[in-house]
């Protein structure tokens, strides 16, 4: 029929107005989102980047980074703590996370990220979050309303609704989309294209940082498979999308099992532990849900860990819902199990026989798993027609709103809580109750989305509850901190004798000042450093003097020996250490010595090591002379240049961490990149005028990047190729496959 208005087939718009439907459930999700995160973008008064790991650590990290990136530089290395380590290979800093490229490039101001970035950052990752769960439960067959609430409820609340760490949110964000895509394949829908993406999103769980959430969905997602294998799904599915994980992930991957096989790591011992040293097992229970936190998925406030807070009204859609999906209730409550840690036998076993589960020392972050499940069973639990089930939803929840408001009278009646201390279980109170009314009384699509706005209300009471920069000082005094000391930098920017160290009191300055400021420091606060560091003394007077420490940062001098140079505004001052080497030199002498022996012989004062360079391996005999000039002419995280005037054969050093992945180049032409004195960089040069180049090129990492590559393309290739009707076995029940 011809369109009376004149205006085409799609409309005024000139959009499909079946495509409109369709964005309208991603649309409003990040509109909810978005408001229930209202501190952070509609308002000044409020911050996240409050807490210590996230100003000391987190933000130092990001601002280090978008510094680079703006400089034209792909962060590789990281020169500013323990005189230098990979930066990418830590994966906790997420430089291999593409959610995190867009945040480095953000516009800067006057040279610092903005905090308005960082706010909407946080919200955009929850957005995503959202949006998985959302795309998974419409997937499923859910309704629109029933998918938006589980989208907003797994963005905004419980798991995501508190944590902070963004390499840890980042990896958990995805972790719907890995489901979506399997249970895609279970059900025979575009296996091959399915499982293609299925690795995809895996992959991008690998790439976003922490190793711990990654280890936990890639373990539930095998043991998905190999349930699924004996419901004949064919294995080949499986592999294929696990082999595509592994190549999408190998960019973080690879440099990863590299670092972490050359560090040590602090894992809240009174000592670092290595690769080969398990984390024991004591440690888990530190990191670990207990037991009694289990009400807090309900009443807020009781959490101890990671907050699983959704609410009263959640858990009992998600119980209602359990029925229709038991694959999701069966991930939530083992992945509960487990959270508790060594107060289960769950987790030790899988700790004694499950490759890198002792390494993932906090069980509480499989909450992350608890939180899914529940949000997929809470779209299932409203769309439900069983009406037996909702009465019995509905008088659960009186009893909660009466047994709560019970308790609230009598506490408040002796003394137990007064009217302006924690009295948030009561909004839960009020929530159950309104909630137990529309199950038995409200019609079903007002319902639904009443139901949203009880959700939103009750979760908020543990979700979302910022740092306020008025009546929080105390709290934010770490993140005001760091504004302050301009001037002390200034003055070590000004110094001529360039490059060298610093040292400084971490209680007087938290914060990571070398990533923050862009000075190189040696002592930082972080997870691990390099193991060729630590055993050789790095404190050690005469180790801080080789490696170029020349200042200390602090309110009273660490030795008796520091000479006071400059006092700051904020009374904090710098001490000049008496000696300090530079950053390069000429030594003509070596000593051959095995890796065990270093340490000893560095703090020997009968070894100049000014004049002599301790060796692990053979190297070219040197000649014996005088008169050397050295000095560094070019300098930047991932490479350093050199200009030696050498009189005879002579080894250069340079008072940097070595490590696989520099190379170096004399005139040009490759050379030996020795470990001189037990850490650092030496290279063996001839007699004359030479220019020395060195860069870090890790194979580790170009040969991530390349099977990263390969296994986005293969994903993309197995959707492109795979029919509409592809499929090599018959689909299971639909009850059966969520």
């Not at 998918?147 to 995805?174: K, R």
């Not at 009400?295 to 959640?314: C, E, F, Q, R, S």
């Not at 089930?389 to 408040?412: N, P």
């Not at 030199?585 to 022996?597: D, F, G, I, Y």
Request: charged share 15%.
């Amino acid at each position: 029929a011809e369109d009376p208005t004149g205006r085409g087939a799609l409309g005024e718009t000139g959009v499909d107005p079946p495509v409109m439907r369709r964005l309208a459930g991603p649309a409003l999700v990040a509109l909810l989102v978005i408001g229930f995160f209202w501190k952070l973008v509609l308002s000044d008064q409020f911050t996240w980047l409050a807490s210590d790991d996230i100003s000391t650590q987190v933000m130092p990290w990001i601002q280090f980074q978008a510094s680079e990136w703006h400089a034209g530089r792909i962060p590789l290395w990281d020169p500013t703590a323990w005189g230098g380590q990979p930066l990418l290979a830590q994966a906790i800093p997420g430089t291999a996370s593409p959610l995190n490229w867009p945040l480095f490039l953000a516009p800067l101001k006057h040279g610092w990220i903005r905090q308005s970035v960082l706010h909407w950052y946080y919200v955009l990752t929850r957005i995503i979050a959202a949006w998985t769960m959302f795309a998974l439960c419409r997937d499923l067959g859910r309704s629109r309303a029933a998918s938006v609430i589980a989208g907003v409820l797994f963005g905004a609340a419980g798991y995501f609704g508190s944590a902070e760490y963004p390499q840890i949110v980042n990896s958990g964000i995805w972790a719907p989309a890995v489901f979506l895509y399997q249970l895609r394949v279970v059900r025979g829908v575009r296996p091959w294209a399915s499982a293609g993406l299925y690795g995809l999103f895996l992959g991008l769980v690998w790439l976003s940082g922490h190793h711990q959430v990654p280890i936990f969905v890639s373990i539930t997602s095998c043991l998905m498979w190999f349930f699924d294998v004996f419901r004949r799904v064919s294995w080949r599915f499986g592999a294929a999308g696990l082999v595509i994980a592994g190549l999408v992930g190998a960019l973080q991957i690879l440099p990863t099992f590299e670092y972490g096989r050359q560090a040590v790591r602090w894992v809240g011992l009174d000592h670092p532990v290595g690769w080969n040293e398990k984390v024991p097992y004591a440690i888990h229970d530190n990191y670990a849900v207990k037991p009694l936190s289990l009400l807090a998925i309900a009443i807020p406030g009781l959490d101890k860990t990671v907050n699983p807070h959704i609410g009263a009204v959640a858990l009992a859609l998600a119980l209602l819902g359990a029925a229709a999906a038991p694959r999701f209730a069966v991930i939530s409550f083992i992945a509960l199990i487990f959270s508790f840690g060594p107060a289960t036998w769950l987790h030790g076993i899988l700790y004694a026989t499950v490759p890198l589960i002792e390494k993932a020392r906090a069980p509480a972050q499989a909450l992350m798993l608890v939180h899914l499940g529940l949000c997929a069973l809470v779209a299932f639990g409203i769309d439900t027609v069983n009406e037996k089930g909702k009465r019995f939803a509905a008088y659960g929840l009186l009893a909660t709103a009466a047994l709560l408001s019970a308790t609230g009278f009598i506490l408040y009646k002796t003394g137990g809580v007064a009217l302006m201390g924690d009295t948030r279980f009561m909004v839960t109170a009020t929530a159950a109750l309104g909630g137990a009314v529309l199950l038995l009384k409200g019609p079903k699509t007002v319902a639904k989305w009443a139901l949203l706005g009880l959700i939103l209300v009750e979760t908020s009471t543990t979700s979302a509850q910022f740092t306020i920069y008025e009546r929080q000082k105390e709290r934010i005094s770490k993140l005001k901190m760091m504004s302050e000391d301009a001037d002390l930098v200034d003055f070590l920017h000004k110094q001529t004798s360039k490059p060298f160290r610093i040292e400084y009191d971490g209680d007087t300055f938290p914060h990571n000042l070398g990533d923050w400021w862009g000075l190189e420091t040696f002592s930082t606060y972080t997870a691990s450093a390099p193991e060729i560091v630590m055993r050789n003394e790095p404190y050690n007077p005469r180790v801080q003097a080789m490696l170029g420490v020349r200042y200390y940062l602090g309110t009273k001098p660490v030795r008796p020996d520091l000479t006071e140079v400059f006092t700051g505004a904020s009374g904090r001052k710098i001490f000049a250490y008496p000696v300090a080497f530079p950053r390069a030199w000429a030594v003509h002498r070596t000593l051959q010595l095995k890796p065990a022996e270093t340490a000893r012989a560095l703090i020997d004062p009968a070894i100049d090591l000014a004049t002599a360079a301790i060796v692990t391996r053979p190297a070219p005999g040197l000649e014996t002379c005088s008169g050397d000039s050295v000095r560094v002419t070019g300098h930047s995280p991932n490479r350093v240049e050199i200009e030696a005037d050498m009189r005879c054969r002579g080894m250069v050093v340079l008072s940097e961490t070595w490590f696989p992945g520099w190379k170096a180049a004399v005139d040009g032409r490759g050379t030996d990149v020795f470990d001189a004195d037990g850490m650092v960089r030496g290279v063996v040069v001839e007699r004359g005028s030479h220019r020395i180049d060195m860069v870090y090129r890790p194979v580790t990492v170009f040969a991530g990047g390349f099977l990263t590559v390969l296994g986005l393309l293969l994903a993309f290739g197995l959707r492109l190729a795979d029919s509409d009707h592809g499929g090599a076995f018959r689909p299971l029940p639909k009850r059966d496959t969520a």
